[in-house]
T-cell receptor, first 114, second 114 residues
Framework: NAGVTQTPKFQVLKTGQSMTLQCAQDMNHEYMSWYRQDPGMGLRLIHYSVGAGITDQGEVPNGYNVSRSTTEDFPLRLLSAAPSQTSVYFC?????????????FGPGTRLTVT | AQSVAQPEDQVNVAEGNPLTVKCTYSVSGNPYLFWYVQYPNRGLQFLLKYITGDNLVKGSYGFEAEFNKSQTSFHLKKPSALVSDSALYFCAVRVMNRDDKIIFGKGTRLHILP
């Protein structure tokens, strides 16, 4: 049981480049989400998914795409990187359909866009 | 719109003294409320949650939180602070309706002074 894994741990991109941040969980959680963490801003929700085939926008979705083709994977795509997307990105998964709530975060991806 | 407020950017407490980290929320339905802790260069760790039942919730590392519906608050407390409690603390809320977003506050940095 690996929990929530994220790759890569660090990434440097040039403005305009695209890339995909990977997130996977092996706990059969239905709910997965992506957050970005910026100093003084806390964690802001980018996109989330309540199950395979279902995604929705969070607070700051612009510039990011997601898909959820399987329960396990929830990749985050940056279509054309901008310096404003320099941040630490966290993926999370949770089981929230009953009282046995549990949520786990990945270790994070530190992204720098130059 | 649902939101979470952590009014203090930083809280300083002497070791051995009681600590409180404040959180207020604004939601239109029945909330799930959470506290998370983040140590330097680490992901978020779940501390405790309130779903229903007893307003005083006990969590990891000796922390507890009190749900106050009339004041829409969910303050985090600990009777006797440890230096190792120094970290960044986040309050979060999920609303029990079709919108399954989990929204985080901006975080409060807790400094425990030896």
């Amino acid at each position: 049981n690996a929990g929530v894994t994220q790759t890569p741990k660090f990434q440097v991109l040039k403005t305009g480049q695209s890339m995909t941040l990977q997130c996977a969980q092996d706990m059969n959680h239905e709910y997965m989400s992506w957050y970005r963490q910026d100093p003084g801003m806390g964690l802001r929700l980018i996109h989330y998914s309540v199950g395979a085939g279902i995604t929705d926008q969070g607070e700051v979705p612009n510039g990011y795409n997601v898909s959820r083709s399987t329960t396990e994977d929830f990749p985050l795509r940056l279509l054309s990187a901008a310096p404003s997307q320099t941040s630490v990105y966290f993926c999370a998964s949770s089981r929230i359909r009953d009282r046995r709530y549990e949520q786990y975060f990945g270790p994070g991806t530190r992204l720098t866009v130059t | 719109a649902q939101s979470v407020a952590q009014p203090e950017d930083q809280v300083n407490v002497a070791e051995g003294n009681p600590l409180t980290v404040k959180c207020t929320y604004s939601v239109s339905g029945n909330p799930y409320l959470f506290w998370y802790v983040q140590y330097p260069n680490r992901g978020l760790q779940f501390l405790l949650k309130y779903i229903t039942g007893d307003n005083l919730v006990k969590g990891s590392y000796g922390f507890e939180a009190e749900f106050n519906k009339s004041q829409t608050s969910f303050h985090l407390k600990k009777p006797s602070a440890l230096v190792s409690d120094s970290a960044l603390y986040f309050c979060a809320v999920r609303v029990m309706n079709r919108d399954d977003k989990i929204i985080f506050g901006k975080g409060t940095r807790l400094h425990i002074l030896p």
